[in-house]
């Protein structure tokens, strides 16, 4: 399924650079999410955005900044990130942010490796 | 506390059947997924249960019991390609949020 894309799919960087995530999605969905997923425990919720409003924060270091432009356009801007960030980053979209039955799409993930 | 448990690994036979377990502890629910995950790739969604009971969807079945706090989702005539992860989902009624188990890792062995 290719709903959902995520660029790059693979990120190197040091502690004090700057880089951005990007995720697009094609489904026409209003609501579109960050996640965190290290080995071995659960998807951690980041951000969620619902038409373009920030909807969740949920307790995320100032060094993850999200930016959402439009309904199809997701980023996570990372600046002077720790070591413990690395880890799989997934965007996901859905119809709209809490409707029931509506499952969430997920992209491939950004696997980002803090040196 | 929010709180979801499943088995860690499991590892069954292919052409076999396996039933892989959640619990769950949340402050509200709106329904519970089930999702596929192979390694490296985007999490995909199997199953949605909201009301009691059992839905089946060709090999995958998905049971729920809110009184329980329990799940299962059921894998027949098991292939080496469900050799995956496998994450239960709820969906909290507060805030809609999506609380996910840490997943539980098939290997299907020949």
């Known amino acids: 399924e290719t709903g959902v894309t995520q660029t790059p799919r693979h990120l190197v960087m040091g502690m004090t650079n700057k880089k951005s995530l990007k995720c697009e999605q094609h489904?026409?969905?209003?609501?579109m999410y960050w996640y965190k997923q290290s080995a071995k425990k659960p998807l951690e919720l980041m951000f969620v955005?619902?038409?373009?409003?920030?909807?969740e924060n949920n307790s995320v270091p100032s060094r993850f900044s999200p930016e959402c432009p439009n309904s199809s356009h997701l980023f996570l801007h990372l600046h002077t990130l720790q070591p413990e960030d690395s880890a799989l980053y997934l965007c996901?979209?859905?119809?709209?942010?809490?409707?029931?039955?509506?499952?969430?799409?997920f992209g491939d993930g950004t696997r980002l490796s803090i040196l | 506390g929010q709180n979801i448990d499943q088995p860690t690994e499991m590892t069954a036979t292919e052409g076999a059947i396996v039933q892989i377990n959640c619990t769950y502890q949340?402050?509200?629910?709106?329904?519970l997924f089930w999702y596929q995950q192979h390694a490296g790739e985007a999490p995909t969604f199997l199953s949605y249960?909201?009301?009691?009971g059992l839905e089946e969807k060709g090999r995958f079945s998905s049971f729920l019991s809110r009184s329980k706090g329990y799940s299962y989702l059921l894998l027949k005539e098991l292939q080496m390609k469900d050799s995956a992860s496998y994450l239960c989902?709820?969906?909290?009624?507060?805030?809609?949020?999506?609380?996910f188990g840490a997943g539980t890792r098939l290997f299907v062995k020949a």
């Open positions: 996901a979209s859905s119809q709209n942010q809490g409707e029931g039955n509506q499952p969430q799409h």
């Open positions: 489904l026409g969905h209003n609501a």
């Open positions: 955005y619902n038409f373009k409003e920030q909807t």
């Open positions: 949340t402050s509200g629910f709106n329904g």
């Open positions: 249960n909201v009301l009691d």
């Open positions: 989902a709820v969906r909290d009624t507060g805030g809609f949020k999506t609380i």
